[in-house]
């Protein structure tokens, strides 16, 4: 079993930063990606960015490339989003997940936190 622990949301102005993280515990593989998502009110679950764990390779959504930097700690087990050039739009619940290579869906979720973007 795999848990995900998220941290480092808040309040923000449009155009500061924020740095996420997400510690994860339990049985976990080398063969795995993490990725980001988030979700506004009344608004669906997107795609925001993911990370291979073996090779760092990172893929982002079109909305949040340029501003948004995913990264890996291996030592720490933690994946971080740093978040740049914050906008009102980027306001949403933030959640980590893991998805095994093998795998075609994120089986383990974290608990979600929030990130505000005032204007």
């Known amino acids: 079993q795999v848990q995900l622990v998220e941290s480092g949301g808040g309040l923000v102005q449009a155009g500061g930063s924020l740095r996420l993280s997400c510690a994860a515990s339990?049985?976990?593989?080398?063969?795995?990606?993490m990725g980001w998502f988030r979700q506004a009110p009344g608004k669906e679950r997107e795609f925001v960015a993911v990370?291979?764990?073996?090779?760092?390779?990172?893929a982002y959504a079109d909305s949040v490339k340029g501003r948004f930097t995913i990264s890996r700690d291996n030592a720490k087990n933690t994946v971080y989003l740093q978040m740049s050039s914050l906008k009102p739009e980027d306001t949403a619940v933030y959640s980590c997940?893991?998805?095994?290579?093998?795998?075609?869906?994120?089986?383990?979720w974290g608990q979600g936190t929030q990130v505000t973007v005032s204007s």
């Open positions: 997940a893991l998805r095994y290579s093998t795998s075609t869906r994120y089986d383990y």
């Open positions: 339990g049985r976990t593989f080398s063969n795995y990606y």
């Open positions: 990370i291979d764990w073996s090779t760092a390779s990172a």
